[in-house]
Each structure stands twice: as structure tokens, then as C-alpha cells.
């Protein structure tokens, strides 16, 4: 590079820049605490792409104007990576674990127990990246671990890669390895934004991954939300690395690489498991996918001395945790009408053992889902059953459809009470238009009113709504409360005491309150939120009742829709009349105090995360409802304030990355007892 006619200070400030530049992206990507604000960086950067323009032989490969994604390529070239990129062994019960061990103290002769660091699995692209005097000079997919592909390109575009590495200090030949993975908030509106587009949407957030680095164009990779983790080094040639795989992370990351910040430190095997059983409760809350937890022996002598075995490290193990995806056969399509008349198209599976639960059944949504996956009887389908989310079948295998597999048909008639299917217009809701005529939407609206934030009935389960329904002992909700003992213990597998049982608890829920009450009566987009608005806005059902939309739209986040729905449920003449039959028959509640004027945080979204400690976080989210603030789940820009307590994570950084007040619970309790909040 020709630096000759370029003036001394053009170059002092293009390194200056380069510095600034560089350390703000670190700041930002890598350790999640931004410091330089959005429009200095931008100022910064177009500073040096001017520059640049202007002496085009100051454009080097590791400067942070090279990230937008160079010009395509026809092909990839292949890598051979000189130490080969492992796999890990797999460990699949806390037996399996101990036995890797015991292995490895049989191996090591020695009684004591041994150190390991412990990380979650990342579920990504494994990628070798490979720094030459502090930058980056290619990085190589995994492959078969002895040949991968040349992805440089794609991957200087991601902005957690340094392209230069920050401290001085650094081996002149350095290989890292880690993982490319997408997090679920970016695949998430990835496939958004494909789904509007009516593209092609991505399985997965590794396939994304996947997909993304494939790319040849280095200009869709930098569109992609992608991030690197790092966890081991490969090749290094010069300077000393620390004993301890911990501290070789740690080391990476003042470097400038992402670590994962979850991993830690076990002092025995015993402490790993406890490790595996605390991250599989946190699994679904963290922001990415794992499929297991790598657990290393910590020092780097006694790696040495254990080896490897084929092509795996003896002093490494992968504990799975159970696959959340599994293939299996769609045997049948059944249609559930909901309590809202909504027909559901519901999949019959070959039961198949999937996120710790086997399932029989997964739902298919509606009519459009069924048109996305383009899914057919008799197809070998991919079901997805993450943490407690009811399973979702995401795709179909389409090389494995049989010659006889049938298109699925959707009723135009309701399925149980044969009254006429009707689709909404701009929806891809299709209802049963039978209302309380049909049996399937009167037991679901009976379960509802019995659930346990509506009225709360011990004992009326789902299968008992079902039985008295279907033998004709229970036609509407206020049918409950004419019930007789000698009519319940006639049923089958209901003895004497359970019928008496479950008439006490019908006596207790006749004492309730008015947000209860509302939610109980199912109205459509009334959910418990919007009911306690509606009772604090209102504070009598009377006044309620006789609101009109323009009314009813005063009330906080009630807005023309629900406003409808509301309206139009208190038009219909049955529902009135099972009204007063509720309140015949003894439903009361305390008046509600009318709160119009006294919600000092009415308009406001707070966000609880991390453990409270004196409060429990549903008595926080109370008390913070009834001062009139949302509590949403996650961090945005309308977020007005988080509430963090110990073990807060990505939401607190988001948080402090948006520059938002942020509460320690302390302080939460003491603002909640200013503003009148008895704790
Ligand atoms: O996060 C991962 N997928 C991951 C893969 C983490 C590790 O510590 C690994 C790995 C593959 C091989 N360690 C090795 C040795």
C-alpha cells in the first residue's frame, strides 16, 4: 500500500478512527455496554469512509468501513484446517456424564475431583477464524473438521467478528474457533419480514444461520442478524496462552471476541449437573438456542495428558438436552371449535418423544398455515415442542410424501354442531356460526368461566364440563349454580364426596370481583388486563353495560375493536339474560374503586426482570397494574422503566443500551408506597 502522498494526519486520524471505531463496536457487540452514542459512531464512520474516498489506498481489509459486504463470489474455496475442528462426544443422562468422569479420572489415575468449565451448546455454524498479527485473515466453516469452505467474506460483515483485535499483545499466528448462530429476537423478524414478503420462511434459527453464511453475496449475509461466540482457540504460533480453558476465554474477550456469558466454573461433576439442571430451566429465556452443555476439564496440561480418541477430545462432553424438533407421521387432521366458534385444524401424530413430552397432536393453526407448510395427510412432518408451548408441526419433508397422501379439506359446517363455517373477511380465523347452540363453544365457554383466573371452581375440570354437557345436565354458565348432588353423584367415576366438593366450591366462587367476573364471561379480546380496565374505568357492570364504542374506547388500551366486541356482547339478549341468572343465582362482588383519575403511571410500560426478592413478581405486576402501568415482558424503546433485581440479563442490557431509568427493587418499593401502596 502506497502511504507515501498521503499527509501524516490523514493517517494519525484514520488510525484514530479505526480505534474508536473498532472499540465501539467491541463496546457494543461484544460486551453488550454501549458507550459512544448512535450519531458520534455514525459521524466517525462517515469521517472514514470520506477519507477513504479520498485516498482510496487507505482502505485496508481490517478497517470498519469493510463490513457492508464486498462483491459476490461464484464459488466458495475450500480450507484445510491444519489442527483439525473436533467434534465433541455426546452425554445423554447424568449416568453417561459420571461415566465421562470416571473415564477421565481412571485415565488420569487420580481419586480427586476434577475442575470443568461448563458453557452452553450453542446451536449454530462451528467456523474457524484465523488472526494473522492481531488481524483477521480468513474464516473457514467446520466441514468434515479437516476441509471446510472459505467464508471470509460473509463473515468480516458480521459485527461481533473483530477484524482487528484490540489488545497488542496477541500471538502472531491466532486461530479461534466458535459459533455462528442467529438469536431467536432476529430470526424471529427475519422470517417476519419474509413472511410479509411471502418469501420462503426458515425452519429454524440455525438453519437461518446456516443459510446465511451460504450466501455468495456478502451483501445479504450483512442483512442477516448474525453473532459470534467464541470458545476455544486452534493454532497458535508465538505468545502464551493461560493454563486454564476458563482464562483462555476470558483472555479472548478483552482480544475483542464475544464469550458466552453464561459459562462457569464446576469444581466437580456433581456441581456440572446441578449446572445442566439450572440452564435447561433458563433454556427457553435465553435469547438463543441450545441443544446441550459442553463441559471441559478446565486445565489445558491435563487435556494434554487425556488426548483425543477418533476425532473427539477425551476431555470434553456434550450433555444433550432432549431434541425440541423430531420427525414423524401426520396421520389425520381433526377440526376443535373453540370457545369463540374459531375452528381449529388440529394434526393427529404418530406419537413421537419431543421436548421431554410425547405428542400425539400439534396444531396447525388455520387455513394459511396449512397453505404455508402445503402439508398433506400422510406426510412425514418436523414437530416443534419448545419449554411448555403447546407443539407446532414447522415443516414438511417433502422427499418422504407417499403416493397416497390426500390434500387436507377445511368443513364448510361445523364439525359438532353442523351449523355453517363463515370466514371474516382480512382474517384467517374461520368460526363456527352457531354461538351457544353449538356444544363445543358452550363447553369452552363453561371451562373458561371455571378456570382458575375467572371464577376459579376446585374441581370442575375440563373432562367434567365435557361429561355434564354431553349429558345434557349443564346447557349455559349459570346452569352451574342449579346443580344438584343427587344428579352429580349419578355420573360416572363421581362419588359422593366429590360432587359435594364441587358444590362448595360453587358456592365459594359466588364471591368474587368485577374484573373476574368479566374475564369469566369470555367476551372476545377480554383478556384479564383489559377486564380489570374495564371494572376500574366503569366500577359498576350496570354502567358498563350501557356504554356505547365511543364509551367504552375511553378505557386504557381499549380501542375499536375490543370496543365492539364488548358492545356487541352486552346486545345480545341471551347473553343479558345469563347475566342475571349469574347474579340470581348469588354472584356478587365488592364495589370497585373507581380509578379515573388516580393512575399516576396510566400510560406508562414497565418491565419487571431478574428475582425480586421481598415481593413476588406477581404482587410487583399488581401493584404496578393498579396505579394504571402495563407490564410487558420485554425491553423497547416505550419501554418507561425496568425494574431489575439480581440475575437480570439481556433485558437489563437492552435496557441500559436504550438508556432507560432503570429500578432496583428497593426503590420500586419505596415509589409504590409513595404513591399510597400498603406493603
Ligand atoms: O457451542 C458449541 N456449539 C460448541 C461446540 C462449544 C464448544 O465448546 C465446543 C464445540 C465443539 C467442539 N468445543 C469443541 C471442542
Redesign the pocket.
Known sequence: MNEQNIPLDVQTRVAELHDILNRANYQYYVLDTPELPDAEYDRCLRELQKLEQEYPSLVTTDSPTQRVGAEPLSAFTQVRHELP????DNAFSDEELQDFDRRIRDRLNSQNAVEY?C??????I?VSLLYRNGVLERAAT?GDGTVGEDITQNVRTIYSVPLKLLDGDVPPVLEV???I?MPKAGFAELNDKARAAGEKLFVNPRNAAAGSLRQLDPKITARRPLQL?V??VGLVEGGELPERHTDILEQLNRWGFRI?SEMAVAEDIDACIDYYRKLGEKREQLPYD??GI?F?VNSIPLQKRLGFVAR??RW?T?YKFPAQEEMTKLLDVEFQVGRTGAVTPVARLEPVFVGGVTVSNATLHNRDEIARLGVKVGDTVIIRRAGDVIPQVVSVVESRRPDDARDIEFPDHCPVCDSPVEATPGEAVARCSGGLICSAQRKQAIKHFASRKAMDIDGLGDKLVEQLVDEGLLHSVSGLYHLELDALVALERMGEKSAQNLLDALEKSKDTTLPKFLYALGIREVGEATARNLARHFGELDALMQADTEALQQVEDVGPVVAHYVAEFFEQPHNLEEIEALKQAGIRWPAEEQQGGEQPLAGQTWVLTGKLETLSRSEAKDYLQRLGAKVAGSVSANTHTVVAGPGAGSKLNKARELDLPVLDEEALIAMLRERGIEI
Open positions: 475442528m473436533l467434534s465433541l468449565a458453557e452452553p451448546k450453542l446451536d449454530g462451528a467446520r474457533r466458535g459459533e448462530y461466540c470458545y476455544s458466552n441450545i441443544d459442553v471441559k473427539a477430545p470434553a456434550a
